[in-house]
């Protein structure tokens, strides 16, 4: 979980800084190489990211 000031536009996660491991797509079941997430307003986020469940990775992506 963090807090982070997004602007409007993509995102997409990542590990290490690099685009070799990202995930994407529904925040509900996050895909390896999903599409981008659109943010739709700018502002301060909590963004969690699940990856307790391997069949189901899942995200939330909360203005604060």
Do not use: H
């Not at 700018?42 to 699940?50: E, F, K």
Request: charged share 15%; glycine share 10%.
């Amino acid at each position: 979980t963090v807090t982070a000031e997004l602007a409007v536009g993509n995102m997409k996660f990542r590990a290490n800084n690099a685009w070799d491991i990202n995930l994407g797509g529904n925040a509900s079941n996050l895909t390896y190489g999903g599409d981008n997430m659109s943010i739709a307003e700018s502002g301060t986020y909590l963004i969690t990211l699940n990856l307790s469940d391997p069949k189901a990775y899942k995200c939330t992506i909360v203005k604060q």
